[in-house]
């Protein structure tokens, strides 16, 4: 071991300044590069935007030699008509030209003969533009007349004695951009838009059918306001998920994409799993099929990442189910018949749920079609169509999810998965399991419904009483066990529909309260979870009341599971305070008062089946023997296990004492919950 430890010790000093070295330069290189794309971006969009100019000014000049027509002096129509026709043959950008009075009644339409009844013009506020300042004006994205698709509009006055006479304006389909657009021979890593002022697409360098007329996203067309040339970063086009994608068949795409909350998401697992790791090396060192446990760790995490990243329905439920199948190896690892035992009520569970979202996924893809996430929600549409068919899909969502989350009744898997080893707990509690299905319905209310589209379908209030029922059932069911890992693991039924009531508030600031949590009650739990398998592992303790001066012998973890217990109680300033205050303050926001009784009854169970656990540990005598105790050197236990406890620790505290920060949790929630808001 002596031998070991310093090898140990001397890899890491060597290769530590190389990869500090490494990391400086490959940071100065990516900010050079990100430097050098920014300004190729301002240049080639100031060019494009040149063009466009270009061919929108042509289009102008010619409506203006055309409005000099004797004709129109005359009041001819019918040869107006005609001339119109001939210039209209030479312009093969316009769909048509229009002679319209200033009161927005057409006089003449090329799309239709001479002398047929018109109708109004459908974009008066231009013609009105145009009478009142006497310029030339183009048009939004609009609807066209006699069967047209949409259409844009150069109109200019037919000024006559010093005033306005009428109005004549040519339409244009948008593929006369594409072509500019195109001519330009831009790469593929270019994505190339045209916005009107109303936020809608008119022109895009890929398949121009997909994208006309949607809305993008508010921050393309603010920036595009602000100043004439610039920059900005975004992770959402056309209000998805920006990202990579795979055709598997008509209607189903493979499409994974980065946004704030899958990267949140994403941070979370990726650091927790990186220290659960270090802690399963450490807890996992004489046991058996160490490369078979490691393995399915390994995917569990990839499922849980694949989970967070997935851009549509079809993805997140792929990731949903490889999560599934991924952990029952690491439930059932040491082939007990305990084991094997939680292992089948795990996948009897799990597996039902699973089969609730596939219908669910199935039928909402038959009523909406490809189902992408979307900021404020996809769904508004459908929703004034199919109203109650969306209402038993909710709850078809909410029962598939609500397995892994441990909604109750729902929940009955989670307590027996607790003989799996203490890293295998940890990452169902704090990393994946419990977390993918709290982050699905998350998923569910804001990217999918919409908040708005959610509450007023009437969906969130039963989701808000389903999810504080769990709260308080969870935390009763934790003061009656004394097996430590159990007490832990219905302290998660409660906790974690912390999340699921953040969602079903209808509030900005309840929502930064569940989102919070999300990473919140991941470093609490993972914390206390750490520590109970030091427990196990160095002193044989598993039930509470083997506790008694435990603190005394394992001083760092008795610390570490402290600190984790006060902040899951909600004792100010830590962070189970932070969260529980934003809860409580959306739901008086939101005028639901009484989730504060709900809130209030829930720490004041935490702190009677906390606060027990503390006093043993720290005030009561320790025993002459403890059930099974190992040594490991000098220390109270093997520092793989003692590191990450004191490192989730040092999470709690940090993002308790700088919740207020850039760097803390509460800052990224605050912005997530402000654009699902759209705020």
Partial sequence: ??????????????????????????????????????????????????????????????????????????????????????????????????????????????????????????????????????????????????????????????????KTKQVLMASALPAFLDNILAEQKLTIDFSTLVIDQRKELLAHNGTRRQFVGPTTMTALREQAQKEPAGYFHSDQINGSPSGVGYHLAPGLDFKLGADAN?????????????????????????????????????????????????????????????????????????????????GKIYLAYTLSGGTVLLLAVAWLHAIAGPVEFRLTGALADVAKTHPAELRILFAMFVIGLGVKTALVPLHGWLPQAMVAPAPVSSLLHAVAVVKAGAFGIVRLVYDVYGEKTAAELGLLQPLAIAASITIIYGSLR??????????????????????????AIVSPLAAIGGIVHLVHQGVMKITMFFSAGNYAETLGIHHISEMNGVGRRMPL???????????????????????????????????????????????????????????????????????????????????????????????????????????????WARFIAAREYGQ
Wanted: proline letters at 4%.
């Fill in 1 to 162: 071991m002596k031998v070991q430890a310093h090898l140990i010790r001397l890899v890491i000093f060597a290769l530590l300044p190389v990869q500090i070295f490494a990391g400086l330069m490959t940071l100065r290189f990516h900010n050079r590069q990100i430097a050098e794309g920014e300004k190729t971006l301002v240049r080639t969009a100031t060019a494009l935007s040149m063009d466009v100019d270009r061919a929108l000014q042509t289009s102008v000049q010619a409506l203006q030699l055309l409005a000099t027509s004797e004709h129109l002096d005359q009041n001819n129509f019918k040869a107006f008509h005609e001339q119109a026709l001939k210039a209209l043959s030479v312009r093969a950008s316009w769909d048509a030209i229009v002679l319209l009075d200033p009161s927005g009644q057409q006089l003449v339409n090329t799309r239709a003969r001479y002398g047929t009844l018109l109708p109004r013009t459908n974009i008066p506020e231009v013609v009105d533009a145009i009478v009142s300042s006497g310029e030339a004006k183009v048009s939004n994205l609009f609807a066209g007349s006699f069967g047209k698709p949409s259409l844009i509009a150069v109109g200019v006055p037919v000024i006559r004695a010093g």
């Fill in 262 to 342: 899958s990267v949140f998401f994403v941070t979370l697992s990726t650091v927790l799993w990186l220290l659960t790791t270090l802690y399963a090396i450490g807890y996992m060192e004489d046991s058996p099929h160490r490369s078979r446990f490691f393995g399915f760790f390994s995917m569990c995490v990839s499922a849980t990442v694949g989970v967070a990243l997935a851009g549509n329905l079809i993805t997140f439920l792929t990731f949903y189910e490889l999560l599934t199948l991924s952990t029952y190896p690491l439930v059932v690892h040491r082939g007990t018949a305990a084991s094997m035992r939680s």
């Fill in 478 to 503: 934790a003061l009656a066990q004394d097996e430590l890992k159990k007490r832990l693991a219905y302290s998660t039924v409660s906790q974690v529909s912390y999340i699921v009531l953040g969602a």
């Fill in 557 to 667: 973890t008795t610390a570490a599971f402290t600190v984790a217990s006060l902040a899951m109680i909600g004792v100010p300033p830590l962070a189970g305070y932070v969260a529980k205050w934003y809860l409580q303050t959306g739901a008086i926001d939101a005028g639901d008062e009484w989730v504060t009784l709900v809130l209030a009854g829930s720490s004041l169970l935490n702190a009677a089946y906390f606060l027990p656990i503390l006093y043993r540990a720290w005030f009561l005598a320790p025993p002459e023997r403890w059930p099974e105790e190992h040594k490991f050197g000098a220390g109270e236990t093997h520092w793989m296990l003692l590191v990450p406890p004191l490192a989730t620790a040092f999470f709690v505290l940090w993002f308790s004492i700088f919740a207020d920060t850039p760097l803390s949790a509460l800052t």
